[in-house]
């Protein structure tokens, strides 16, 4: 459909609007509808399928707990579940309107019920046990039902407490073995009145929610129908994420998701807080958010937004989150608030000797770059000159760290390609019905032409990916790491939709797929990523953890391989790999590994939690004494000696904050089992006896 026309249906729109709506909704389902199916990639057809996905996208949005809503309220909501589709095509808002009116009327009804259950002493005690799995749980069928879920769920909020109280009370008796330990009564009232603060807290946020940030759930789960990656943003969000995108944002530097009940730390941003911190991982559950010393307020249930508004603050102030480890235990992690720190998201260099071989790692955490100032450094460039400095120490091989990078600026993957190859094709990028595009490294000159191995990871996504598939497909370096890469494959834009109305109000921007990335051999990296030569046990290699695991995720598909020459200068390519193959094997820590993974995926799907505080206490106390088995991992230790090259050592002389940063990384690789066997593989790869290694 041609932007003129689209201009004008939503410039001349507000004439027809009902005077008893608010024209601005039915504008942005409008819009909507118009851009994903015209704009997106790959537009769905709305119809009863799209409806009904929509329709329990938002019933779980807005209750994900199963603590507001009725059995049958979800059978009045469910007359409209293959209608969606038709009321978006005709601006009918009328199931929004039922859904949303009875959401309040329930979470009013929702006060009453937490005060009552907390007005009365918990008896822990008391054989109980709760699932924590809510997709398993069916909506209650009365208001009695419906009463011990609440209940039972406050019940585990208010035995964690005591949990902790009671591990605190231990503590300062062994300090002081004069001090009065309190008894479990006490503690069950400090932590049952904990427990009511911390709902009324919640309830003063649910409060203070306006009719707008309701339906702007509805219209986000139209969004993101189409893909995980594609979401509207209201105009406060959108302000958010301009705020992000300048690096500007303060808080912990970490994303969140929603799974199942639980809110999930999915990805630490390079240089933020929680990055430096070093405590929090991807994987990790956030139970608790306490404002420095204050009472936590426990966030499970809660929706994502309102928990983000928890975890993030004010630079300088400290959030204490209380997590659940992968390994089932529970642990509290103090993080100051700050902004991103840019200069730990910048390339990186170290220098390692073995057998005699000096070899260089790059450590390099995103695809950096700065489109507002040319004079500004990008990771392409500052990829190009550290390599310039390895080669001046007389490296015989190199090392590319892309582990936990999530990716970045397009332009500068292809252009760090090109430091590798002669010239030739990178990456095909696709738009909607068009042929693909080849990007292409023109510049024949040759940064590194010597042994070279890329270390990934299951976090390694988009930009990374392109990169290392690249790499991959011209044979030009051993991949090694997880299993296969994060899986996206696909590009989003962000679109100011107010250019398509004349309201004189903000209705907010689309974030919206539009392109989809295929490698040199016509594969794409969606849902696939990049598939490690060298396949390496993590604690990640058993866990949903990809795009695959995304709800919505566009396929996997091919388009024409294109033609490129192999880089074919390696005397035993294959040879290495399989020797590398061999040691992993039989390595007695990548068992552990392995071992570790598996048992960590047990701990997560194990949903149940009991409610008495004897099998509760032993609960933990078992996870506690089952990671165990697994500390020979902690001291692992490598006897290979990491530096700084030659050009850092003159800075690190009179930069002491440089110095403690880099002695903390040397000592990390120093320990780290994965770039121990990429310098395994690296000092085994030999170039062809007629190719020549440029080292200067």
Known sequence: MPLLFLVTIFTSYQTNASTDTDPKDKVLITILKYVLT???????????????????????????????????????????????DDQINNEDLSFFYLVYERLIERTNESKDYYKEVLNEKFDFNKKETLDADIDKLPFASSKEVLFNTWYQQLKFSTLSRVYDKINAEDDKKKEDENYVVKSLDELEIEAREA???????????IDELTYSDWFSIYANCIAEEFDPHTSYFDPSVKKRFDISMAGKLEGIGAR????????????????????????????????????????????VGMRLDDAIEFIKGEKGSEVRLTVKKLDGTTKIISIIRDVVELEETFVKSSVVKKDGKTFGIINLPKFYIDFGEQSYRNSATDMAQEIARLKTENIEGLVIDLRNNGGG??????EISGLFINKGPIVQVKYRDREPDVRKDEDSKIQWNGPLVILVNELSASASEIFAAAMQDYKRAVIIGGKQTYGKGTVQSVLDINRYHNLKEDIGALKMTIQKFYRINGGSTQLEGVHSDIMLPSRYSYMEIGERDLPNALKFDKVKEVQYTLWNNYDNFDQVINNSKKRVATNKFFKLIDSNAKWLKSAQDDTLIHLDLEDYKKDLENNITQSLQFKDLKDFTTNLTYTSPF??????????????????WHKNLKKDIYIEEAINVLSELKLKPEYHLVKN
């Open 647 to 664: 050009y850092e050592q003159e800075l690190i002389k009179s930069d002491v904050d440089l110095a403690e940063k880099r002695v903390a």
């Open 195 to 205: 427990t009511l603060e911390s709902m009324n807290d919640l309830y003063e946020r």
């Open 409 to 414: 600026s397009l332009e500068t993957a292809i």
């Open 256 to 299: 969140l998701q929603k799974k199942n009940d639980y809110t999930s730390v999915s990805e630490l941003i390079s240089g933020g807080p929680a990055w430096k911190q070093g405590e929090l991982e991807v994987g990790d559950l956030i139970l608790k958010v306490a404002q420095g010393n204050k009472e936590p307020l426990d966030i």
């Open 38 to 84: 015209q704009g997106h990639y790959e537009p769905k057809q709305i119809d009863d399928t799209f409806s009904e996905n929509v329709f329990n996208a938002f019933i779980e949005n807005l209750d994900p707990s199963k603590r507001y809503f009725l059995q049958s309220d979800i059978d009045e909501f469910a007359a409209y579940k293959f209608q969606i």
